[in-house]
T-cell receptor, first 112, second 110 residues
Framework: DAGVIQSPRHEVTEMGQEVTLRCKPI?????LFWYRQTMMRGLELLIY????????DSGMPEDRFSAKMPNASFSTLKIQPSEPRDSAVYFC??????????FGPGTRLTVL | QQQVKQSPQSLIVQKGGISIINCAYE??????FPWYQQFPGKGPALLIA?????SEKKEGRFTISFNKSAKQFSLHIMDSQPGDSVTYFC?????????FGTGTKLQVIP
């Protein structure tokens, strides 16, 4: 397996634009996580899914953020409209049951 | 998210010394206790993990000590090396319960 795949790897956009981050988890994994990492706030869990169902979205900062998992092999994290304070590295991770989380390479988002 | 307290936030250790990072949790439903290591520019990766049926697990220079009654587990890095100078996270888990610690930045000095 190629591991967790994220796209794009880098995204530069202007304030107010919509941003969509994509994630393909490892095949067979039933949990998918979205994290955000900044120097100021560290690593934050935004939302996670179990069997494509959102379980806990309490970490989503505000309504501008939304996440979907239409099937077991794909998830998106959308920010609309984006703001400069959303600039961060966004990680997707997946796991099988209560086991090791495998992280993707991350998407570095810069909002100008 | 379930509350987890990781300490210290940063740590400086002499080369060859022992680095100790602690994680205290509240939720007794956690049943998987991992430590992750994150290198710059990369996502965290599993370093070592323990299940609650044992009190200690050792893999090379890395040891997890688990104290179920105190609801704490710790990472010990023996013979610390400059290459260990990265960030470490505890991330206890249970069914439908996920959390990550705030991270410890370790610096091993010659």
């Amino acid at each position: 397996d190629a591991g967790v795949i994220q796209s794009p790897r880098h995204e530069v956009t202007e304030m107010g634009q919509e941003v969509t981050l994509r994630c393909k988890p490892i095949s067979g994994h039933d949990y998918l996580f979205w994290y955000r990492q900044t120097m100021m706030r560290g690593l934050e869990l935004l939302i996670y899914f179990n069997n494509n169902v959102p379980i806990d979205d309490s970490g989503m900062p505000e309504d501008r953020f939304s996440a979907k998992m239409p099937n077991a092999s794909f998830s998106t994290l959308k920010i609309q409209p984006s703001e400069p304070r959303d600039s961060a590295v966004y990680f997707c991770a997946s796991s099988f049951f209560i086991n090791e989380q495998f992280f993707g390479p991350g998407t570095r988002l810069t909002v100008l | 998210q379930q509350q987890v307290k990781q300490s210290p936030q940063s740590l400086i250790v002499q080369k060859g010394g022992i680095s100790i990072i602690n994680c205290a949790y509240e939720n007794t439903a956690f049943d998987y206790f991992p430590w992750y290591q994150q290198f710059p520019g990369k996502g965290p990766a599993l370093l070592i993990a323990i299940r609650p049926d044992v009190s200690e697990k050792k893999e090379g220079r890395f040891t997890i000590s688990f104290n179920k009654s105190a609801k704490q587990f710790s990472l010990h890095i023996m013979d610390s090396q400059p290459g260990d100078s990265v960030t470490y996270f505890c991330a206890p888990r249970g069914y439908q319960k996920v959390t990550f610690g705030t991270g410890t930045k370790l610096q091993v000095i010659p």
